[in-house]
């Protein structure tokens, strides 16, 4: 059984924080990767980070505010959020990758089903 099961999300105001965590089972992924959609615009990645080096990579975007992390032994990845704005209000998809550390949504083979994360007063 293949899966990525995402929580976390919910409303926070702006500036404030949120966690986000990325369970996945049923492979071994050679990277968990964030990526985002929001109404009207293009699912974008976020961040991704390689299971084995632990080498990240984020979009400019989010670049200092994030901070996505591992926890191997739990198969899980985390993806920190501070300083939120209402930009960042989308829903947010983790993926695993088989071969890359890109962020390029076509690197990624399997997909969860999103939890939703909104920003606002």
């Known amino acids: 059984q293949l899966q990525l099961v995402e929580s976390g999300g919910g409303l926070v105001q702006p500036g404030g924080s949120l966690r986000l965590s990325c369970a996945y089972s049923?492979?071994?992924?050679?990277?968990i990767g964030w990526f985002r959609q929001a109404p009207g615009k293009e699912r974008e990645g976020v961040s991704c980070?390689?299971?084995?080096?632990?080498?990240?990579n984020y979009a400019d975007s989010v670049k200092g505010r994030f901070t996505i992390s591992r926890d191997n032994a739990k198969n899980t990845v985390y993806l920190q959020m501070n300083s939120l704005t209402p930009e960042d209000t989308a829903v947010y998809y983790c993926?695993?990758?088989?071969?890359?550390?890109?962020?390029?949504?076509?690197?990624?083979?399997?997909w969860g089903q999103g939890t939703q994360v909104t920003v606002s007063s």
């Open positions: 049923g492979f071994t992924a050679y990277a």
């Open positions: 993926a695993a990758s088989t071969y890359s550390t890109s962020i390029e949504q076509r690197a990624y083979d399997y």
């Open positions: 980070i390689s299971r084995r080096s632990g080498r990240t």
